[in-house]
């Protein structure tokens, strides 16, 4: 799709080309990247549409979060599967406690990591938001924010405990790559660690979601 | 040289919302993409006090090229100063939710947010998968089994919608500025 970039790019190609939608989304080639932000460095209303266009991606999760799952079946493309030993013991058993309906908080991280500085509070803890439970799609991951923390670290497992993507965020949301998608049916948990000190972390309770079966 | 006609100063300015948006994507961060962008002016003004570049229509490549160079410079710094813990470059994802959210006030998320809602479940589905997933109107309309054209026209009707919407909300914020 790409645009023959020795002519200069004109707005209304950019909008025809649906290169602002990519250029977020992160789909744009390199020659692309360069014609576009040499273009829109100089252009008012490419500007405003970029700004327009961060403020749909920044709302609309929320405003399909709130109403009924949508009829949107993605194509599965290949995932960002890790493949490293997940902290195995600790978080399969976790794991298997939240299957058996049994809440647990921050049981691993205090196993795996024995210099760690006494229980913090609860108030330190980051709460998952979304996704939880059955969704119809999953755009992002958002959690409350934790006053005191200054990093979050998002990990998400499969039920078998293996990591299937993690990811660190100075914000309390994060989207998903285009890349990744989870398969409809299987069951998946995620957890979110604010970094509330030099080296001191405080866990989400570990939350499972499942995409909607077509 | 300046030449005859032109404001360095005047221009240098305007190029200044476009830097945020292009420094706060490629750094994530909003301290960090405003030092970019004022390192940034600040090469761009001497150089245009010197009449570079010579042809004001390549005025955009040519400060795109000064900002690439600082953002690098930028990226660089940080990684010297990364925290042991980090997760390596290569075993993360996205990090930082999406980082233009910076630019854009709650008047005109909430205008937007309003708009949105008001919009039928399929329009919002087609704008998902063309936002997130960069998907063009054909391979929507191939994913949703709906005419392309269709689905071209919805999504322009929707835009249009969120544009006026947007618009209003820059209107508000204006009018409630001292």
């Given at each position: 799709?790409?645009?023959?970039?020795?002519?200069p790019?004109?707005?209304?190609?950019?909008?025809?080309q649906?290169?602002i939608?990519?250029y977020?989304?992160?789909?744009?080639?390199?020659p692309e990247?360069?014609?576009f932000?040499s273009?829109y460095?100089?252009?008012?209303?490419?500007?405003?549409?970029l700004?327009?266009a961060?403020?749909?991606?920044?709302?609309l999760?929320?405003?399909?979060?709130?109403?009924?799952?949508?009829?949107?079946s993605p194509?599965?493309l290949?995932g960002?599967?890790?493949?490293?030993?997940?902290?195995?013991?600790?978080?399969?058993?976790?794991?298997?406690a939240?299957l058996?309906?049994?809440?647990l908080?921050?049981?691993w991280?205090?196993?795996t990591?024995p210099?760690?500085e006494p229980?913090?509070?609860?108030a330190?803890a980051?709460?998952?938001?979304?996704?939880?439970?059955?969704v119809?799609?999953?755009a992002?991951?958002?959690?409350?924010?934790v006053?005191?923390?200054?990093?979050?670290?998002?990990?998400?497992y499969d039920a078998?405990?293996?990591v299937?993507?993690?990811?660190?965020?100075?914000e309390?949301?994060?989207?998903l790559?285009?890349?990744?998608?989870?398969?409809?049916?299987?069951?998946y948990?995620?957890?979110?660690?604010?970094?509330?000190?030099?080296?001191?972390?405080?866990s989400?309770e570990?939350?499972?979601?499942?995409?909607?079966?077509? | 040289?300046?030449?005859?006609?032109?404001k360095?100063?005047?221009e240098?300015?305007?190029?200044?919302?476009?830097?945020q948006i292009?420094?706060?994507?490629?750094l994530?961060?909003?301290e960090?993409?405003?030092?970019a962008?004022?390192?940034?002016l600040?090469?761009?003004?001497?150089?245009l006090?010197?009449?570079?570049?010579?042809d004001p229509?390549?005025?955009g490549?040519?400060?795109?090229g000064?900002?690439?160079?600082?953002?690098?410079?930028?990226?660089?710094?940080?990684?010297?100063?990364?925290?042991?813990?980090?997760?390596?470059?290569?075993d993360?994802?996205i990090?930082g939710?999406?980082?233009?959210?910076a630019l854009?006030?709650?008047?005109?998320?909430?205008h937007?947010?309003?708009a949105?809602?008001q919009?039928?479940a399929?329009?919002?589905?087609?704008l998902?998968?063309s936002?997130?997933?960069g998907?063009?109107?054909?391979?929507?309309?191939?994913?949703?089994g709906?005419p392309?054209?269709?689905?071209r026209?919805?999504?322009?009707?929707?835009?249009?919608r969120?544009r006026?919407?947007?618009?209003?909300?820059?209107?508000?914020?204006?009018?409630?500025?001292?």
């Open positions: 799709m790409e645009e023959n970039l020795a002519e790019l004109t707005c209304d190609a950019i909008v025809d649906g290169m939608e990519r977020l989304a992160g789909m744009l080639s390199e990247v360069e014609a932000e273009h460095l100089t252009c008012t209303r490419c500007q405003n549409e700004r327009l961060a403020a749909i991606r920044d709302v999760p929320e405003v399909q979060e709130a109403e009924p799952a949508p009829d949107v194509v599965p290949p960002r599967w890790l493949g490293r030993p997940a902290r195995v013991g600790a978080v399969a058993a976790a794991i298997a939240v058996a309906g049994v809440l908080v921050q049981p991280h205090e196993e990591l210099h760690r229980a913090l509070e609860a330190d980051p709460t998952a938001e979304a996704p939880v439970g059955e119809g799609t999953v992002e991951f958002r959690w409350a924010p006053a005191s923390a200054d990093l979050y670290k998002l990990t998400i078998a405990g293996d299937v993507w993690e990811t660190e965020a100075r309390t949301h994060v989207a790559p285009a890349s990744l998608s989870f398969e409809p049916g299987a069951l948990l995620w957890q979110v660690d604010a970094r509330v000190d030099w080296d001191r972390w405080a989400s570990l939350v499972q979601f499942r995409i909607s079966e077509p | 040289m300046v030449p005859p006609g032109r360095p100063e005047l240098v300015e305007q190029l200044r919302l476009g830097l292009m420094a706060l994507r490629a994530g961060d909003a960090a993409a405003e030092e962008v004022q390192e940034t600040v090469r761009a003004l001497e150089a006090r010197e009449g570079r570049p010579r229509e390549k005025l490549a040519f400060v795109r000064i900002a690439r160079h600082v953002i690098a410079d930028a990226h660089q710094a940080r990684r010297r100063s990364a925290p042991l813990n980090a997760v390596p470059e290569a993360r994802g990090a939710g999406d980082p233009l959210s854009i006030t709650d008047e005109e998320r909430i937007v947010r309003q949105l809602a919009l039928s399929a329009d919002r589905d087609i998902h998968l936002f997130f997933e998907l063009s109107p054909v391979e929507i309309a191939e994913r949703l709906e392309a054209l269709r689905v026209k919805r999504k322009s009707r929707a835009l249009r969120l006026e919407a947007f618009s209003r909300g820059a209107d508000t914020c204006h009018d409630s500025k001292p």
